[in-house]
Nanobody, 121 residues
Framework: VQLQASGGGLVQVGDSLRLSCAAS????????MGWFRRAPGKERESVAR????????RYADSVKGRFTISRDNAQNTVYLQMDSVMPEDTAVYYC???????????????WGQGTLVTVSS
């Protein structure tokens, strides 16, 4: 499956942003989906993940209450709604697809190319 992430950009502290990840070439509803990010000088980390049917979601503590992951299996797309963004949210954001519902990047089989989010104070 191919993943195409989009929606990144330059925003101000407190703004909202929605990232999208469109999938093609596979059965989207077969995959658990995750959003990861890599901030400058830091390791890649899990941000949020969502189960195949969308009924289960999990978030990193740092984004809980501010970010919302969702998916539309009819549109083969997963979203990350980012509200009340903070400078520490600055990172390249990646979407990933896998058969495991895991916080670990190694558990995901397919990755998008990444989209840069920059939060300016």
């Amino acid at each position: 499956v191919q993943l195409q992430a989009s929606g990144g950009g330059l925003v101000q502290v407190g703004d909202s942003l929605r990232l999208s990840c469109a999938a093609s070439g596979g059965t989207f509803s077969s995959y658990n989906m995750g959003w990861f990010r890599r901030a400058p000088g830091k390791e890649r980390e899990s941000v949020a993940r969502i189960s195949r049917g969308g009924g289960t979601t999990r978030y990193a503590d740092s984004v809980k209450g501010r970010f919302t992951i969702s998916r539309d299996n009819a549109q083969n797309t997963v979203y990350l709604q980012m509200d009340s963004v903070m400078p520490e949210d600055t990172a390249v954001y990646y979407c990933a697809a896998g058969y495991s519902f895991s916080v670990y990047a190694a558990a995901y089989d397919y990755w998008g190319q990444g989209t840069l989010v920059t939060v300016s104070s």
